[in-house]
């Protein structure tokens, strides 16, 4: 009677609980805990969202700090506005940002493939019927079922079919509705992306919202995934959970299964959560053995999607005169006495002296003056700064491609990468030793980039100290932490892995980033 009354509301295949959906289920669980997590880890470093791309201080929509933030440049910095989040908490916590969106897209993209194996199986089964309504009927009966529960009343077991109309509605929003809009959003995040396909990206009106959007998507996520697990056990959990963990029809269940069924889901509830922490105190451990691992497993990925992609924000012409922000995020301080005197010196002459030195494995190093640099070309860039915590700022930055500062010079055949090292030091190390000058390297690609420049001017004005004066990199295809400020020098050098601590610049080497800085 009951498998009867299923197939009749199913088009002939019965909805049960075969195991690849229990494991794809499972496996889902999981992962969603690992994304929402190391989401919070990301939210934490820059706990504000916006509608707008400038990130004024003030126009947050929402926001997770009480910290006012002064609108004079440098005086409240994106660093200063950084949370610390408990490894109970976030992944991995204690603000190892780097870390964070490391374990993002690794799980992101496991839960994609668990995702495309679910929803295949469940159109190559005919499962699709269990969560895809196929009457307008669905309202009215999920409406009847809000009533029931609002009245603190539970539906009736005939119901569910395997499940009943407001569940249906639920996990076809859930799998339908929410998955592909975080999917459709999250590529936004990164600035190659956003900088290649603006015309996408105003599909969601900008890069910010997409943002929001991502965010909402996950508090969705967070709210469903309670009332979810509330529900499993207060409806009709001695039919149910056996049903679902045993795939036995509930009106065959016995007293021991049920037991067994109910043991079954809370060890894997418990599993869950001891996997969730596991990965937040062993990243924790050995923070620089996490950042090359758990990067290491995604770079095969990244490098023939995303590390592909140039941004084109300024042939493309995605921000134009009227997009400047009135207010831009400062990040670190200028060069102080002690990390540097020579541009303390050059500073109070006005920079006059300044020269910038381009060598290393060349033939002829050269140094050139600000006006020389002028003399070499001059791009105007109206373009979107996206720095990894999150913030983004739209500016005209005036500036000569850094492949024409090159070209002055005849590099060694070793010579693989370009470093640029700044007068200013890197905030902290991860390892608490004396800070350093921050430096950045670049592959032969990202400098040779159209919108890779060495800018001296900022808004039709000489770059202010705050933003790196006298001359700063603009890489646009990568997140901020490649564009050092305060540029001191540019060196041809055969490999990043010598230098610094070997990552790839001050970021990567204290902040655990990962070197190709896209995503
Ligand atoms: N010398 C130096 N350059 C630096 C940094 C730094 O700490 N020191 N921070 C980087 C990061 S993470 C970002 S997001 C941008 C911020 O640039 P802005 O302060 O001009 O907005 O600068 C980059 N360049
Ligand atoms: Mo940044």
């Given at each position: ?341 020579e541009w303390n010196r050059l500073k109070e002459q006005n920079f006059v002296d300044y ?165």
């Open positions: 009677m009951h498998t009867t009354l299923l197939m009749m509301s199913s088009g002939g295949v019965e909805l049960d609980f075969p195991a690849w959906l229990r494991i794809t289920h499972f496996i889902n669980f999981l992962m969603m805990g690992l994304l929402i997590r190391s989401g919070w880890e990301i939210i934490a470093s820059h706990p504000r969202f916006y509608w707008n791309n400038h990130c004024t201080p003030g126009s947050e929509w929402i926001k997770f700090t009480k910290d006012k933030v002064s609108t004079v440049p440098g005086e409240f910095t994106a660093r200063d506005d950084q949370r610390s989040l408990s490894p109970l908490i976030s992944l991995p916590g204690n603000a190892k940002i780097g870390l964070g969106r490391a374990w993002h897209a690794l799980v992101t993209c496991i839960w994609l493939v668990n995702g495309f194996v679910y929803v295949t199986l469940l159109f190559a089964t005919g499962q699709w019927r269990r969560i895809v309504p196929t009457s307008w009927d669905i309202f009215p009966e999920a409406w009847e079922s809000i009533t029931i529960y609002a009245g603190l009343q539970i539906p009736s077991i005939e119901h569910f079919q395997p499940y009943d109309a407001l569940q249906k509605l639920m996990y076809f929003t859930v799998v339908f509705i929410v998955a592909p809009l975080m999917i459709a959003t999250g590529p936004i995040m990164s600035p190659a992306f956003c900088g290649r396909f603006p015309g996408y990206v105003k599909l969601f009106r900008n890069r910010q919202t997409a943002r929001s959007i991502h965010f909402l998507g996950m508090a969705f996520y967070l709210f469903f995934s309670l009332v979810h697990v509330a529900l499993v056990f207060v409806v009709h959990p001695q039919y149910n959970i056996a049903h679902m963990m045993l795939n036995k029809p509930y009106n065959e269940v016995s007293a021991a299964e049920f037991a067994q069924a109910v043991t079954m889901l809370i060890l894997g509830m418990v599993g869950g959560v001891v996997l969730w922490l596991a990965a937040s105190y062993w990243s924790l451990r050995n923070p620089r053995f996490t950042q090359t691992f758990i990067w290491g497993l995604t770079n095969p990925i990244r490098s023939f999607t995303f590390d592909l992609i140039k941004s084109k924000q300024v042939a493309k012409k995605a921000f134009t005169e009227a997009d400047i922000s009135p207010f831009h995020w400062v990040n670190t301080r200028p060069p102080t006495e002690r990390e540097s005197t020269r910038l030195e381009v060598g290393g494995l060349v033939d002829q190093p050269v140094s050139l003056s600000i006006d020389e640099l002028k003399a070499l070309g001059k791009e105007t860039n109206i373009t979107m700064h996206t720095c990894m915590q999150g913030w983004t700022g739209i500016a005209k930055w005036e500036g000569v491609r850094l492949r024409d500062v090159l070209a002055l010079v005849e590099k060694k055949p070793e010579a693989k990468y370009v470093m640029i090292t700044s007068f200013g030091h890197v905030g902290h190390t991860y390892d608490g030793r004396p800070t350093e000058p921050y430096y950045e390297c670049l592959d032969i690609s990202m400098a040779m980039e159209d919108e890779t420049i060495l800018a001296w001017g900022m808004n039709d004005k000489p770059l202010p100290d705050v933003y790196g004066g006298p001359l700063r990199l603009r890489a646009d295809s990568m997140h901020g932490y490649k564009m050092v400020k305060w540029v001191q020098k540019v060196e041809w050098i055969h490999d990043y892995a010598e230098q610094g601590d070997g990552q790839g610049g001050s970021r990567e080497d204290s902040g655990l980033q990962h070197f190709d800085a896209r995503v």
